[in-house]
C-alpha cells in the first residue's frame, strides 16, 4: 500500500462514515450495545495512542525522558484548563527544551 | 455563532501541530494538506500519521484512522434530527460533522441557533485547520530534525487532550482507557506496530459486551 493509497483511503474512509451518520435511520442508536461501544471506542483507542506513542519506538519499548517529560506538561496544562493549542506547545516547548540541554 | 468562530480559530490552528508532525512522520506537504482537506478530523489525521512515523503497516494504521472516525457516525445520527439536512446540502454538511460542531450545534438552545453555531463552526474550523496544516507542513519541511523541536510530544499529547473530557466526564471511560493503554503497551514488543492500537479497540468491544 503506498502512502498516497493510505491518504486517499483514510479522506475518502472518513468522509463516508460521516455522511452515514446523515443517512442512517437514527434509530440504529437505540441499541444499548451498539451506543456503549460507540461510546467506549474513542477513549480506548486515544489511550491506546497515547501509551504507544509515548513508550514505543517501532516494536519496542523505550523510555525517551524529554518525550515523557513534554507529556507530563501537557497533563499539568490540561489540568490547568489549558487550551488544545496550548498543551501541544507545551508539551514540544519542554521536550525541546530538555534536548537543548542534553538530555535524550 | 460567535462561540462557533472561537473555538473554530483556536481549534484550526493546531493544525499548525498536525502540519508539522505529518512531515516528521514522512509525508510530504500534498500528503499532509489532502489528508486534512479530505479527512478533516483530527483524531483519524493524527492516527494515521503516528502509524506511518513509527513504520507500521499501513492498512493498519488506516483501520485505526477509520475506526477513531467511526464516532463521527455517531455524531450524525444526532445531527441529522438537528439541523434537518436533506439532499444536496447534506453532501457538504457530512463533511462538517466531527467533535466541535457536535459540540457547538447541540448546545443551542433552538434549532435556527443550532444550525448558525455548526455552520459558523464548520467554516472557520475547515478554514483555519487547512491553511493551519499548510503552513506547519512547509515551516516543518525546512526545519530538519523534528526531534529537536520537540515534535515527537506533540502526538501523544494531542491524543491525551483529546482524551481529556471523555476522562473527566465518566468513570467507565476511565478504566477503558487504563486497560487500552496497558493492553497496548504490553502488546508492542509481540505486535507488528499499529496492531496493539486496534487490540485496545477490541478490548473496549469487551467492555461493551459485557
Do not use: H
Not at chain 2, 494515521?48 to 464516532?71: C, E, I, K
Not at chain 2, 462538517?96 to 443550532?114: K, L, N
Not at chain 2, 512547509?138 to 529537536?148: E, H, I
Request: aromatic letters at 6%; glycine letters at 12%; a positive charge.
Amino acid at each position: 500500500m503506498t502512502l498516497w493509497f493510505a491518504v486517499l483511503a483514510t479522506g475518502i474512509g472518513c468522509y463516508a462514515l460521516k455522511y452515514a451518520g446523515l443517512a442512517v435511520p437514527p434509530q440504529v442508536l437505540d441499541r444499548p450495545r451498539v451506543r456503549r461501544y460507540a461510546e467506549l471506542v474513542p477513549a480506548a483507542l486515544l489511550s491506546a495512542l497515547v501509551a504507544v506513542q509515548a513508550a514505543a519506538s517501532g516494536q519496542s519499548l523505550v523510555v525517551d525522558v524529554p518525550r515523557l517529560a513534554g507529556l507530563g506538561a501537557a497533563v499539568v496544562a490540561l489540568l490547568l484548563r489549558a487550551p488544545f493549542l496550548a498543551v501541544l506547545l507545551v508539551a514540544a516547548a519542554v521536550a525541546a527544551g530538555l534536548r537543548a540541554i542534553g538530555l535524550g | 455563532m460567535r462561540d462557533g468562530l472561537g473555538v473554530g480559530i483556536a481549534v484550526g490552528l493546531s493544525g499548525l501541530a498536525f502540519g508539522a508532525a505529518a512531515i516528521a512522520a514522512g509525508l510530504n506537504i500534498a500528503q499532509a494538506s489532502a489528508l486534512s482537506l479530505l479527512t478533516f478530523s483530527g483524531a483519524s489525521q493524527f492516527a494515521l500519521v503516528g502509524a506511518v512515523g513509527a513504520g507500521g503497516n499501513l492498512a493498519v494504521g488506516v483501520a485505526g484512522a477509520l475506526l477513531l472516525g467511526g464516532r463521527n457516525t455517531l455524531y450524525g445520527l444526532r445531527l441529522a434530527d438537528l439541523l434537518r439536512v436533506r439532499g444536496a446540502r447534506s453532501v457538504v454538511v457530512a463533511q462538517g460533522v466531527i467533535d466541535e460542531t457536535t459540540a457547538v450545534a447541540t448546545a443551542q438552545p433552538d434549532r435556527e441557533a443550532a444550525r448558525a453555531g455548526f455552520v459558523a463552526t464548520f467554516a472557520s474550523i475547515y478554514v483555519t485547520w487547512n491553511l493551519a496544516t499548510l503552513v506547519g507542513a512547509l515551516g516543518a519541511a525546512r526545519l530538519g530534525d523534528p526531534a529537536t523541536f520537540g515534535l515527537d510530544a506533540v502526538v501523544p499529547a494531542a491524543f491525551l487532550a483529546l482524551l481529556w473530557p471523555r476522562l473527566r466526564a465518566n468513570a467507565s471511560d476511565r478504566w477503558i482507557a487504563v486497560l487500552a493503554a496497558g493492553v497496548a503497551i504490553a502488546a508492542t514488543p509481540f505486535l507488528p506496530s499499529g496492531v496493539p492500537v486496534l487490540l485496545a479497540a477490541a478490548v473496549a468491544l469487551g467492555g461493551a459486551l459485557r
